[in-house]
């Protein structure tokens, strides 16, 4: 057992690199690739707090999403909200002692993961059934939902059905932080669970997971709508003026 | 109604969804440009040897340049919000319309290059190499899309085909694969100062043919001045505006508000033209270039203000870039917005009660208004986010009686282009602008039958000049298309104006 145990510790290691570096990488990339013109969607905020409070009710309640497609945002914010329900519910591994709040959110975590499971399963058929949705959908699209649905499923199988040994999964990750190795359940399910959520973390600066830091970076949300009041000008273009 | 070698699409009552059909619309692409007009613009006059590692080459420069772009291309997840909100998919069913379908044509070659899923799993992600039929998809679609941006509002990233479109004619362009007709016009504003390439002399011809126009009409003699230095406002119009209908009825529109404030104002022959097709190929040098030459007009004539006539894209480039890239404007009156629009002119003025404007004029109008895309998605006027939607509306109001709103959901942000957008506006791409016109000809269809409507105004060039052409493909006629303007100059009663002639202001407006 402990050699799995050793695996999943190198895997788990690798996978925390792989995603704070990469995305790193590309938040550096996108901070220094400049926004040559202000191109905000209009109307648009006048004001940084504006901007701030628009990012926010995109990030929050999807509001583009919302008038776009309601049954893409019904779905599509049930999976989002859930799953942020779950990745609170589960910081009690990672933390100790565990918050209040942490302690609190435990029970909604659960309603988190069925709404998650619903919500990607709502995304999935969409994929199938509706035809302009078919026809952009490729075979990574696909894939990333099933990774996410058996995550998801997985984990509601360990919290109904078959558990599994919580608070040695809890002294697992918590060893990883001091380079001790813990000894992991051996329950494929959990072992599935984590192996598939390494995968995830591993994929996300490759992907189209992108799009979590790009919302913040998108120049039709993020910028203030005031062109005429202050000169917007990217370093390459004030070059050509030197000329 | 006009004679098609296509099928021009049924209108209907309500808006339908269509069918995605692959390919309906790949056969469509305008006319290549010529060596001569590339030259002009600094590109090569034919497709280059080695193209492929060129156009990768450029597409790399853009994107270090342009994090619309990377972040747009990284970003998409699929999700289809997107896909039924194109008026070209709605027109022509073919998939490549749907923004992310058109946005995908890129996407594909940035994966294959540009990312290590791509590299790695080509098939797996969609990735695909630039080949001569993706090149050929390239030049087809992306001159199908109008760079309209109603895409990026219901897109939850706010991801902007236009930015997609604008880099991929960029790197055409950079391998000698041109469109004919905006680089035609871009070489013609360089040389002779305007899209249409009128020259001076002809421009003071028709202002002053105008002038005698306006004299017959109201027995008032309103100027509509040219290169007059030391005039307090520089006007800079689309040159459309100086003879294509309804166009010129704007211009003299804009004039008789002058008029009456007693401002002095002219135009520039050196910029005798507001559009700025620099935009439309994405090429940030020659939008540049032809912005300049605003400055240089400015500047030659020591104005103090400049204000913009009735034209979107234009007004985009404009508002929201001629700070940008012929700033700053430290040099003009600086108690005003640099540039104005001539609505936010005309609003202030109707604002303080200085126009006297008498409504029962446009009496034989039923009228209705069309938001100009580029003016509504990546523009304002006024103070207030929405000054867009509301100043036009506030001016037709205040010179019209009868006024009706098209449905909600394709008005204010939601509105469709016209169709004839984003260098589109061409004989040679007239199945695409019929097709594209489709959404916003159903709903003035549906307030036609429901309200009565008569008329639709508008407040830019191409909005016009296109459903000039295409209305009669859909029974409609060509002369309900009419200028804010032209109904601000129908209403407004000048001060001397010999106002007991009132039939002929009617012949006028009809």
């Known amino acids: 057992?402990?050699?799995?145990?050793?695996?999943?510790?190198?895997?788990?290691?690798?996978?925390?690199?792989?995603?704070?570096?990469?995305?790193?990488?590309?938040?550096?990339?996108?901070?220094?690739?400049?926004?040559?013109?202000?191109?905000?969607?209009?109307?648009?905020?006048?004001?940084?707090t504006g901007v701030a409070l628009r990012m926010t009710r995109e990030v929050v309640f999807f509001e583009s999403l919302f008038r776009g497609s309601k049954w893409t945002w019904i779905f599509g914010w049930m999976f989002h909200f859930g799953l942020f329900l779950v990745t609170l519910r589960h910081l009690r591994y990672f933390l100790d002692p565990v918050p209040v709040p942490i302690q609190m959110i435990q029970p909604f975590g659960i309603y988190g993961g069925i709404a998650m499971v619903i919500g990607l399963a709502g995304l999935w058929v969409r994929r199938f059934f509706v035809d302009r949705v078919r026809y952009i959908t490729a075979l990574s699209d696909h894939l990333i939902l099933v990774l996410l649905i058996v995550i998801g499923f997985s984990g509601l199988l360990m919290r109904f059905v078959v558990h599994t040994d919580v608070m040695r999964v809890k002294q697992f990750f918590q060893g990883l932080y001091v380079g001790h190795v813990q000894?992991?359940?051996?329950?494929?399910?959990?072992?599935?669970?984590l192996l598939l959520v390494a995968l995830l973390m591993i994929i996300f600066p490759y992907s189209k997971l992108l799009h979590a830091p790009g919302l913040f970076f998108s120049p039709s949300r993020n910028q203030v709508d005031n062109p005429r009041e202050q000169r917007h000008i990217a370093p390459w273009a004030r070059r050509m003026e030197q000329d | 109604m006009a004679k098609a070698d296509f099928q021009v699409p049924v209108l209907k009552q309500y808006p339908e969804i269509p069918e995605i059909e692959p390919g309906a619309t790949a056969h469509s692409s305008p006319f290549k440009s010529k060596p001569q007009f590339q030259a002009e613009l600094g590109f090569p006059g034919e497709l280059v040897d080695d193209w492929q590692t060129k156009a990768l080459d450029k597409m790399g420069d853009l994107l270090g340049r342009y994090r619309s772009l990377r972040v747009y291309l990284d970003s998409c997840v699929k999700c289809g919000s997107c896909t039924d909100k194109c008026h070209y998919y709605l027109g022509t069913h073919d998939p490549k319309n749907m923004p992310v379908g058109r946005q995908d044509l890129m996407r594909k070659v940035y994966r294959r290059h540009f990312t290590l899923a791509g590299r790695l799993f080509p098939k797996l992600v969609g990735a695909e190499e630039l080949t001569e039929e993706v090149l050929g998809d390239w030049y087809s679609y992306f001159h199908q899309c109008s760079q309209c941006r109603r895409c990026s509002v219901f897109c939850p990233y706010g991801i902007d085909t236009a930015e997609i479109s604008m880099a991929a004619r960029e790197i055409m362009d950079h391998i000698g694969v041109g469109q004919k007709y905006c680089n035609e016009i871009i070489g013609k504003v360089y040389k002779i100062g305007?899209?249409?390439g009128l020259p001076g002399p002809?421009?003071?011809?028709?202002?002053?043919?105008?002038?005698?126009?306006?004299?017959?009409?109201?027995?008032?003699?309103?100027?509509?001045?040219?290169?007059?230095?030391?005039?307090?406002?520089?006007?800079v119009t689309p040159s459309a505006d100086f003879f294509a209908e309804p166009h010129v009825d704007g211009l003299i529109g804009y004039g008789k508000v002058?008029?009456?404030?007693?401002?002095?104002?002219?135009?520039?022959?050196?910029?005798?033209?507001a559009a700025n097709f620099g935009m439309f190929i994405g090429s940030y040098e020659n939008m540049r270039r032809v912005a300049l030459r605003i400055r240089e007009a400015a500047i030659k004539l020591k104005v103090k203000r400049i204000v913009f006539g009735e034209c979107g894209h234009a007004w985009r480039v404009a508002y929201s870039f001629l700070n940008t890239l012929a700033g700053p404007w430290d040099f003009l009156d600086q108690r005003y917005p640099v540039p104005q629009h001539i609505c936010e002119f005309t609003y202030g003025l109707i604002q303080e009660g200085k126009l006297n404007l008498d409504k029962t004029r446009n009496d034989d109008m039923v009228l209705t208004y069309h938001d100009s895309c580029n003016v509504a998605r990546a523009s304002r006027m006024g103070d207030r986010p929405g000054g867009q939607f509301d100043i036009p509306r506030a001016i037709i109001r205040a010179t019209c009686n009868n006024f009706y709103d098209m449905d909600e959901e394709t008005i204010r942000d939601r509105t469709f282009c016209c169709g004839g957008g984003g260098g589109l506006?061409?004989?040679?791409?007239?199945?695409i602008r019929v097709k594209g016109a489709q959404p916003r000809v159903e709903a003035l269809n549906n307030v036609m039958q429901e309200k009565g409507v008569t008329h639709m105004a508008a407040i830019c060039a191409i909005c016009k000049s296109q459903f000039t052409k295409v209305l009669p493909y859909y029974g409609m006629d060509l002369d309900q298309i009419v200028s804010v303007h032209q109904l601000v100059s129908n209403a407004l009663v000048l001060t001397g104006e010999e106002t007991d002639d009132e039939d002929e202001a009617a012949d006028e407006a009809a």
């Open chain 2, 194 to 196: 305007n899209n249409l």
């Open chain 1, 1 to 48: 057992m402990s050699f799995l145990s050793d695996v999943y510790a190198g895997l788990f290691y690798f996978a925390a690199f792989v995603l704070v570096a990469g995305l790193a990488n590309k938040v550096i990339q996108y901070v220094r690739t400049p926004a040559p013109l202000k191109i905000p969607t209009t109307p648009a905020p006048t004001t940084k």
């Open chain 2, 425 to 431: 506006l061409t004989d040679d791409l007239m199945e």
């Open chain 2, 258 to 273: 002058f008029h009456e404030t007693g401002v002095s104002w002219t135009l520039s022959s050196h910029a005798s033209e």
């Open chain 2, 202 to 235: 002809a421009l003071a011809d028709t202002l002053e043919g105008l002038e005698e126009d306006v004299f017959d009409d109201t027995g008032v003699e309103v100027k509509y001045p040219l290169d007059q230095e030391g005039a307090e406002i520089l006007l």
């Open chain 1, 183 to 193: 000894t992991l359940p051996a329950d494929p399910i959990l072992l599935m669970h």
